[in-house]
């Protein structure tokens, strides 16, 4: 069973920066390929980025392509997400997932092994 735990949410300016972080509990982070999804009030859960087990390839979803960059330290078991340029819309709980995803791609139809709890993002004009 692996457990994730998101940190870093807030209330932050529009324009301002954000950088989430995840932390697993389990030394077999490495085995998964990583992802954050978010959902907004009254909407449907949404893929925002995914990263590969190594690390070494990412994608970023076209609403936040250029402003938001994931990344992941496996030594640390944490995956991170960098927000920059955040708009109104970014509002959402964030949560970072854990699958077994080969092509990153598949990301968007798969059905995450483990979810984190969630962090609020809220932007303010």
């Known amino acids: 069973q692996v457990q994730l735990v998101e940190s870093g949410g807030g209330l932050v300016q529009t324009g301002g920066s954000l950088t989430l972080s995840c932390a697993a509990s389990?030394?077999?982070?490495?085995?998964?390929?990583m992802a954050w999804f978010r959902q907004a009030p009254g909407k449907e859960r949404e893929f925002v980025a995914a990263v590969s087990r190594s690390g070494k390839n990412t994608y970023h979803a076209d609403s936040v392509e250029g402003r938001f960059t994931i990344a992941r330290d496996n030594a640390k078991n944490t995956v991170y997400l960098q927000m920059i340029s955040l708009q109104a819309e970014d509002t959402a709980v964030y949560y970072c997932?854990?699958?077994?995803?080969?092509?990153?791609?598949?990301?968007?139809?798969?059905?995450?092994?483990?979810w984190g709890q969630g962090t609020q993002v809220t932007v303010s004009s």
């Open positions: 389990e030394h077999t982070f490495s085995r998964y390929s």
């Open positions: 997932a854990a699958a077994n995803v080969v092509y990153l791609l598949n990301w968007r139809t798969t059905s995450p092994d483990y």
